[in-house]
């Protein structure tokens, strides 16, 4: 038995490094395939970058520089070397700023054999950043400043940020994942997933449902016209908004001092506790305990719930 642990043993610690050695290599090629790096002398810098066709990434870390790799992919593959003809491409700093914006002189970029540029950026956590692309995801983790970003075809994750952020996307789905601040988001095409926020939510979609869970403070606003809403708050410090036409509502809050309810629906189904006001199967208006932050959700195609933790 010892020997077949032993062996055993064995076989898992080599699976362990070779998996970390594989880790450690896919680091080194994603480098490796970077067209241009760029390296700033900036701890606290502004940056803008615009692209279409291609994925924008940010990660923040405790250094005082930024590095930009750009990444320029045809036909399926990186390209390393040689020029980008159809591709104007600037790279320029003034004090503080960064600019890297990168441009097609072609038509129909994206399609065949074009031309897509990408952005990886590795910069100080006090950073504040714009970023556009029309073809690709937007990726921000660990940022403590301000976030404004938009793209046309590409998903949104936003992890680890304190500060504000102002995103949108016409096609694909948005995460926010260890968020402190404010946050504001707008999706056209995918769901929403809210995750351990602790600040103001203002969230929409037209296509897919939104969640919350695992979040603090307030207030909340989510509306969407596909799909339904769900809201779990550790804490409330501030009213909650959520409106659906497509879907149910349900909402898990703890009991506090009380609420101010406004909740509309095919039925409302409530805790009640100490309530006070107007109650029917479709509708309920009034008074929860002594009162405190309004509780208002709409749906005309759903059922609203409402929990109570003690």
């Known amino acids: 038995m010892h020997s077949r642990f032993r062996a055993s043993l064995t076989r898992s610690i080599t699976l362990f490094l070779l998996c970390v050695l594989g880790a450690v290599s896919v680091q080194a090629q994603r480098a490796n395939d970077a067209y241009q790096i760029e390296v700033f002398d900036i701890s606290t810098p502004e940056m803008t970058l615009e692209t279409s066709g291609g994925f924008i990434e940010i990660v923040g870390s405790n250094r005082s ?86 793209t046309s075809g590409g998903s949104v994750d936003l992890s680890d940020i304190t500060g504000t952020a102002e995103v949108r996307t016409s096609g694909g789905a948005m995460t926010f994942t260890d968020f402190k601040g404010e946050l504001f988001g707008r999706t056209s095409g995918g769901s ?8 103001s939510v203002d969230v929409r979609s037209s296509g897919g449902p939104i969640t919350i869970t695992e979040s603090y403070g307030g207030p909340i606003s989510a509306r969407t016209s596909g799909g339904s809403i769900t809201c779990e708050l550790s804490r409330v410090k501030g009213d909650i908004d959520l409106d659906t036409s497509g879907g149910s509502i349900t909402i898990d809050i703890p009991l506090q001092k009380g609420y101010e309810l406004d909740l509309k629906g095919s039925r409302v189904d409530v805790d009640m506790v100490q309530f006070t006001g107007r109650s029917e199967r479709n509708k309920m208006v009034g008074t929860i305990m002594s009162g405190g932050p309004l509780v208002r959700a709409s749906t005309s195609g759903g059922t609203v719930r409402l929990r109570f933790d003690e």
């Open 192 to 199: 929403i997933n809210v995750r351990r926020t602790k600040g």
């Open 65 to 150: 520089t930024v590095e930009v790799q750009i990444y320029a992919r045809k036909g399926g593959r990186y390209i390393t070397e040689g020029d980008l003809e159809e591709i104007s491409l600037e790279v320029s700093q003034d004090g503080n700023s960064i600019r890297i914006i990168a441009e097609s002189s072609s038509n129909g970029w994206n399609w065949g054999n074009s031309t897509n540029i990408s952005y990886r950026v590795y910069a100080p956590t006090s950073s504040n950043v714009t970023m556009n692309t029309s073809g690709g995801s937007l990726d921000v983790r660990g940022i403590t400043g301000t976030i404004l970003g938009r």
